[in-house]
């Protein structure tokens, strides 16, 4: 299984277009090469099909960044086969309007996610006269990709609901996590950019992974203000009930955190607590990272 990690920003990503807070103003002045583009992961286990969770508002350069994603010489196709959405938040969906022309893709989110792309952000809406997408539940069970080379199940984490949707009604999970499974050779992933609190779920569902990319949005709960990392529905990576220890303890598992907020000074690869992360297999992942599974 190949992964391709395209953006590793929360919202906004970094520097943020209207912020010159210390860490925004490091990245400006350090350059494009610091900047970090909105939370996105490709994933492939064949040369001609490409899946991505979620789809931000940087996804045209973020494709057009990454090798695998180019059409062959020649054609006008595309090996991106479908996008997973973790959930209905706008730097996670509104990507999928810059994707509207040419390929049928298969889009999933879970059924909640669905109901609101249909309600108060009327996405389904919107791209249907383009026929680009074909949209699915995605429920308990794994799901086949690439013609079952490889499979998807979702992860139930949350239900934190974009603040468009904070009037409306439907059951959840909101925010779930995916587990990407190689059917032939084993290899395996999970992907939770959006981790609210640690799921009952997601122990189980590190079974024989080798590699965990996670919400890393916030180093501490205080860093926007008391109380307000898991108010924004983050977990912090520090703390008593932070997910730095939780990862510390997983045996045998890469583990790498990604929507990294401009707030968070594991950012700044020269911050102490980018170095008290130390060489171990706790890492900050960047934009363009490659993995191999
Ligand atoms: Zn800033």
């Given at each position: 299984m190949k992964l391709r990690i395209l953006g590793t920003a929360?919202?906004?990503?970094?520097?943020?277009?209207?912020c010159a807070c210390s860490g925004c103003a490091r990245a400006r002045a350090t350059g494009p090469h610091a900047w970090r583009t909105q939370e996105c992961l490709a994933v492939s286990v064949s040369p001609d099909a490409w899946y991505l969770v979620n789809a931000s508002p940087d996804i045209r350069a973020q494709i057009l960044a990454a090798p695998g994603l180019t059409p062959p010489?020649?054609?006008?196709?595309?090996?991106l086969r479908g996008v997973l959405l973790t959930d209905g938040e706008l730097d996670h969906t509104a990507g999928l309007l810059a994707l509207r022309e040419g390929a049928a893709l298969d889009l999933y989110a879970p059924p909640a996610v669905l109901a609101a792309l249909g309600g108060p952000f009327p996405l389904r809406a919107l791209l249907a006269p383009y026929g680009s997408g074909c949209w699915h539940a995605v429920g308990a069970g794994p799901l086949p990709l690439d013609g079952g080379r490889l499979t998807v199940t979702a992860v139930p984490v949350s239900d934190k609901r974009p603040r468009y949707a904070a009037g409306f009604d439907a059951p959840g999970p909101w925010v779930v996590a995916y587990r990407f499974d190689d059917t032939v050779t084993g290899g395996a992933v999970v992907y939770a950019p959006s981790l609210a609190r640690w799921p009952d779920g997601l122990d189980g569902a590190l079974?024989?992974?080798?590699c965990l990319i996670l919400d890393g949005t916030f180093w501490s709960e205080d860093e926007m203000g008391r109380g307000s990392a898991l108010a924004m529905g983050h977990l912090p990576?520090?703390?008593?009930?932070?997910?730095l220890r939780r990862l510390r303890a997983l045996d045998g598992v890469r583990s790498l955190y990604t929507h990294?907020?401009?707030?968070?000074?594991?950012?700044?690869?020269?911050s102490a607590e980018r170095a008290a992360?130390?060489?171990?297999?706790v890492e900050v992942s960047s934009d363009g990272m490659e993995i191999e599974l």
């Open positions: 929360a919202g906004g990503g970094l520097p943020q277009w209207n010489t020649g054609t006008r196709h595309t090996p079974s024989g992974v080798g990576v520090d703390g008593p009930g932070g997910t990294l907020n401009n707030t968070n000074p594991l950012a700044d690869p020269s992360l130390g060489g171990g297999p």
